[in-house]
């Protein structure tokens, strides 16, 4: 595709129930990043994919948090029982390695209530 | 290790110059910097890869001492469009992890 695509865009949630947010990356691109933004906040490194293998989970908040890629491709990230403070906007990038420019989609604005 | 940045926050009149600082406690194979305006993705603005790199965009350029793990970024003559928050990304033995970030205001 022409830029990385998230989707959805908005999700509203219950507290409690469990949620999967998608991104599709750059056409091409092996590494695939997820980063957390919280009101005014900065952007919280959640996991990193290099193909469909995940070297670095440290970002994860919680067991909670979960995420995957298949065919070097899309990527789920699967929060499970929601709470309030995973509202937040999950933005996912892409690029063609780590020392490569990274491009960004436009995010998931997540609101548990 | 997430990188430091400085300022966390400054003021500009049109015109005005800024510098923004990022440093790691980690030793660093590239510094990524982007811009965030509200309610919108990170811009890529410059990626710098060597030692005493320097880069320029605009009025905008970077430089990175690969051996103090530090990289500025600076901002000349600036405009009502610079506005916005300054992200440095680094990554070294880890993937691109993300400073705090610098909110810039530039006003008229």
């Known amino acids: 595709g022409a830029g990385v695509s998230q989707s959805p865009s908005n999700k509203v949630t219950e507290k409690g129930k469990d949620v999967e947010l998608r991104c599709d990356p750059i056409s091409g691109h092996t590494a695939l990043y997820w980063y957390r933004q919280s009101l005014g906040q900065g952007l919280e490194f959640l996991i990193y994919?290099?193909?469909?293998?995940?070297?670095?989970k440290s970002g994860l908040p919680s067991d909670r948090f979960s995420a995957e890629r298949t065919g070097g491709s899309v990527s789920t990230l699967t929060i499970q029982r929601t709470q309030q403070e995973d509202s937040a906007v999950y933005l996912c990038?892409?690029?063609?390695?780590?020392?490569?420019?990274?491009?960004f989609g436009q995010g998931t604005r997540l609101t548990v209530v | 290790q997430q990188p430091v940045q400085s300022p966390q926050a400054v003021i500009l009149r049109e015109g005005e110059d800024a510098v923004i600082n990022c440093s790691s406690s980690k030793a660093l194979y590239s510094v990524h910097w982007y811009r965030q305006k509200h309610g919108e993705a990170p811009v890529f603005l410059m990626i710098l890869l060597k030692g005493g790199e320097q880069k320029g965009h605009e009025k905008i350029s970077a430089s990175f001492n690969e051996k103090k793990q530090q990289s500025s970024l600076y901002l000349t003559a600036s405009q009502l469009s610079y506005s916005g928050t300054y992200f440095c990304?680094?990554?070294?033995?880890?993937?691109?992890?993300f400073g705090k970030g610098t909110r810039l205001s530039v006003i008229a």
């Open positions: 994919f290099q193909g469909n293998s995940a070297p670095d």
């Open positions: 990038a892409s690029s063609l390695g780590i020392y490569t420019e990274a491009f």
């Open positions: 990304g680094t990554s070294g033995n880890t993937p691109l992890v």
